[in-house]
């Protein structure tokens, strides 16, 4: 078995680099010579994703095997070092599968360059750095859905999951290719990231394959909270933030485009629980989780993702509907996201309670939560009156901001824009457990245990302000991006330590869930406009911030409820 293992090993990597070149080689010329430029590159970023595909499920057939209880290979099962073994292999494999994916890119970049004429050809470096961004997204996602996969561990599953892996990995490489023939988009800070991304990643798998062979082999006695949540800390964060700020460029460039980003909106939501669903899946083993509740998550991400990026790129008409005009992107996120929530409640209502329980989504103290809920609705209506009213005490026109607060619960469209409001929750719901299963499930008692109950809220609160920074001098603000950034501060620490209070009162992660909903569709009820631009754009003097701060006193001041008072708080 060894010997077949280690010749299986050889054929696959030395069969790749030599033919590689001569297929590739063969696949630009054609498609260049067939579609241009442009389809050429496509068409040889289809074959080496098909390629990485093809390996990397070789390495999942071989990995089962290694780390499955059931397979008795003595190669492993026997050694007093079979982990070091199994580290080491994992980890010399994932090395020469980025120099492979890297050789190949570059060859395939040179070509491309080579073969293209005219003013527009792209310059050399350019194409080189193609091939390395190209090289690094697809080992990325490979190594990514290889882990997925894994945890799915069905041999059935291959041909499904292969499809998918081989999506993911062409559209986002060709969207890249298709930015670089702008030339205006430096891609030197995202092929650092990517590069940050792709070498934690290669960690994550080869901790997640030495962890499921102590589980089957060797010691599995594990603290919950030792070494391993360090490993999902470090992942929540690179998820949650780095991969966000990878975006922000796309949005600067979207911007300058005069292009809607509300796309990239979408996808920003989601990271957060994304990045606590992957540290699940790599960590020990914490009781049956609803993978398949995870998996459509992080795809619902990753096609967010795509699909912002694509917005920024590709051509799109708009649509006329209800006397405002949405984008073809805009409108296919939002029915993507409908379908994708309701397939999630299914899915999650089918997962059964254990798997609910150890995910941290089962619902309980309902009685206290429909409480909290409402009370969160009103004090929200006198934030919002405080903020129309305050400004009145210095230029004198308070009743008249009196009387325009009056008028919205006078006008019977406000109410048939809450019935609408209520009714999509259970349609976009995804976005709001992605945000609040990161912050409020995940992160806030982490926070809390090392900070103090109090410290710990109003630190989280501060976090999250700065992680909507790419957002607020992009899709928020028009000219106006560090008061918009301050106001955002502002906003996620007061009605963050209302969102603590919510949560720690009911252990009860749909109560923040239903809150942020709240919190985000009553602003277009309240200004009488229920499109999604209306949140878009918007202007912020300095002289607003005070106002801000006064009227978001309303949610601070749970500060000081009891629940507050004990010193630390456990973590997930």
């Given at each position: 078995?060894?010997?077949?293992?280690k010749?299986?090993?050889?054929?696959?990597?030395?069969?790749y680099?030599?033919?590689?070149?001569?297929?590739?080689?063969?696949?630009?010329?054609?498609?260049?010579?067939?579609?241009?430029?442009a389809?050429?590159?496509?068409?040889?970023i289809?074959?080496?994703?098909?390629?990485?595909?093809?390996?990397?499920?070789?390495?999942?057939?071989v990995?089962v095997g290694f780390?499955d209880?059931?397979?008795d290979?003595?190669?492993?099962?026997?050694?007093?070092d079979?982990?070091r073994?199994?580290?080491?292999?994992?980890?010399?494999d994932?090395?020469?599968?980025a120099?492979?994916?890297?050789?190949t890119?570059?060859?395939?970049?040179?070509?491309?360059?080579?073969?293209?004429?005219?003013e527009?050809?792209?310059?050399l470096?350019?194409?080189?750095?193609?091939?390395v961004?190209?090289?690094?997204?697809?080992?990325?996602?490979?190594?990514?859905?290889f882990n997925?996969?894994?945890?799915?561990?069905?041999?059935?599953?291959i041909?499904?999951?292969?499809?998918?892996?081989?999506?993911?990995?062409?559209?986002?490489?060709?969207?890249?290719?298709?930015?670089s023939?702008?030339?205006?988009?430096n891609?030197?800070?995202?092929?650092?990231?990517?590069?940050?991304l792709?070498?934690?990643?290669?960690?994550c798998?080869?901790e997640?394959?030495?962890?499921r062979?102590?589980?089957?082999?060797?010691?599995?006695?594990?603290?919950?909270?030792?070494?391993?949540?360090?490993?999902?800390?470090?992942?929540?964060?690179?998820?949650?933030?780095l991969?966000?700020?990878?975006?922000?460029?796309?949005?600067?460039?979207g911007?300058?485009k005069?292009?809607?980003?509300?796309?990239?909106?979408?996808?920003?939501?989601?990271?957060?629980?994304?990045?606590?669903?992957?540290?699940?899946?790599?960590?020990?083993?914490e009781?049956k989780?609803?993978?398949t509740?995870?998996?459509?998550?992080?795809?619902?991400?990753m096609?967010?993702?795509?699909?912002s990026?694509?917005s920024?790129?590709?051509?799109?008409e708009?649509?006329?509907?209800?006397g405002?005009?949405?984008?073809v992107?805009?409108?296919?996120?939002?029915?993507?996201?409908?379908?994708?929530?309701?397939i999630?409640?299914?899915?999650?209502?089918?997962s059964?309670?254990?798997?609910?329980?150890?995910?941290?989504?089962?619902?309980?103290?309902?009685?206290?939560?429909?409480?909290i809920?409402v009370?969160?609705?009103?004090?929200?209506?006198?934030?919002?009156f405080?903020?129309?009213?305050?400004?009145?005490?210095?230029?004198?026109s308070?009743?008249?901001n009196?009387?325009?607060?009056?008028?919205?619960?006078?006008?019977?469209?406000?109410?048939?824009?809450?019935?609408?409001?209520?009714?999509?929750?259970?349609?976009?719901?995804?976005?709001?457990?992605?945000?609040?299963?990161?912050?409020r499930?995940?992160?806030?008692p982490?926070?809390?245990s090392?900070?103090?109950?109090?410290?710990?809220?109003?630190?989280?609160?501060?976090?999250?302000?700065?992680?909507?920074?790419?957002?607020?001098?992009?899709y928020?603000?028009?000219?106006?991006g560090?008061?918009?950034?301050v106001?955002?501060?502002i906003?996620?620490?007061?009605?963050?330590?209302?969102?603590?209070?919510?949560?720690?009162?009911?252990?009860?992660?749909w109560?923040?869930?239903?809150?942020?909903?709240?919190?985000?569709?009553?602003?277009?009820?309240?200004?009488?406009?229920?499109?999604?631009?209306?949140?878009?754009?918007?202007?912020?003097?300095?002289?607003?911030l005070?106002?801000?701060?006064?009227?978001g006193l309303?949610?601070a001041?749970?500060?000081?409820?009891?629940?507050?008072n004990?010193?630390?708080?456990g973590?997930?």
């Amino acid at each position: 078995m060894k010997n077949l293992l280690k010749s299986y090993r050889i054929f696959i990597s030395d069969m790749y680099l030599i033919l590689g070149v001569f297929v590739a080689t063969a696949t630009i010329l054609i498609f260049s010579a067939l579609g241009g430029r442009a389809f050429g590159s496509m068409g040889i970023i289809l074959f080496y994703a098909l390629a990485a595909m093809v390996d990397l499920y070789g390495d999942y057939f071989v990995m089962v095997g290694f780390t499955d209880k059931k397979f008795d290979f003595g190669l492993l099962k026997n050694s007093l070092d079979g982990k070091r073994v199994l580290r080491d292999g994992v980890l010399a494999d994932q090395i020469r599968r980025a120099l492979q994916l890297l050789i190949t890119m570059e060859g395939s970049s040179f070509i491309i360059y080579a073969i293209s004429e005219g003013e527009d050809r792209m310059s050399l470096p350019v194409t080189l750095g193609l091939g390395v961004l190209a090289a690094l997204i697809t080992f990325t996602i490979n190594t990514i859905w290889f882990n997925v996969t894994r945890n799915l561990g069905s041999f059935m599953e291959i041909g499904l999951v292969g499809g998918i892996g081989i999506a993911l990995d062409i559209i986002p490489t060709a969207i890249f290719i298709l930015i670089s023939f702008d030339n205006e988009i430096n891609m030197i800070p995202m092929i650092l990231v990517w590069a940050i991304l792709a070498v934690v990643v290669t960690y994550c798998m080869v901790e997640r394959i030495s962890l499921r062979f102590d589980l089957n082999f060797g010691d599995k006695v594990k603290g919950r909270f030792g070494s391993d949540s360090k490993k999902r800390i470090w992942i929540f964060f690179l998820v949650a933030f780095l991969i966000n700020y990878l975006m922000v460029p796309l949005m600067f460039y979207g911007e300058s485009k005069g292009v809607n980003t509300i796309c990239f909106m979408y996808a920003l939501m989601l990271y957060p629980a994304s990045g606590v669903m992957i540290g699940k899946m790599f960590s020990y083993d914490e009781g049956k989780l609803p993978v398949t509740f995870y998996v459509i998550c992080l795809l619902t991400t990753m096609l967010m993702m795509v699909m912002s990026a694509a917005s920024v790129v590709l051509p799109s008409e708009t649509i006329e509907m209800n006397g405002s005009s949405i984008s073809v992107f805009d409108m296919t996120c939002q029915v993507m996201l409908m379908i994708v929530s309701l397939i999630l409640w299914i899915v999650l209502f089918a997962s059964g309670k254990e798997k609910r329980r150890n995910a941290g989504l089962n619902g309980r103290k309902w009685g206290i939560s429909i409480l909290i809920i409402v009370l969160f609705t009103v004090l929200y209506a006198v934030r919002f009156f405080l903020m129309i009213c305050l400004p009145g005490l210095m230029d004198g026109s308070v009743n008249k901001n009196i009387h325009e607060f009056a008028a919205i619960f006078t006008d019977p469209a406000t109410y048939r824009a809450m019935v609408v409001t209520l009714i999509n929750f259970f349609l976009t719901f995804v976005l709001f457990l992605g945000e609040e299963y990161g912050w409020r499930y995940y992160l806030q008692p982490i926070m809390q245990s090392g900070f103090g109950k109090r410290a710990g809220v109003l630190l989280l609160g501060v976090i999250w302000g700065l992680w909507h920074a790419g957002a607020d001098f992009t899709y928020y603000s028009e000219g106006c991006g560090p008061q918009t950034q301050v106001n955002q501060i502002i906003v996620c620490v007061t009605i963050g330590i209302f969102m603590a209070y919510a949560y720690m009162k009911t252990e009860n992660i749909w109560v923040p869930i239903t809150i942020h909903f709240i919190n985000n569709n009553l602003i277009p009820v309240f200004a009488g406009d229920i499109s999604s631009d209306v949140l878009s754009n918007n202007v912020i003097a300095w002289s607003d911030l005070p106002v801000a701060l006064a009227a978001g006193l309303v949610f601070a001041v749970f500060i000081f409820a009891p629940v507050f008072n004990r010193t630390k708080e456990g973590s997930n």
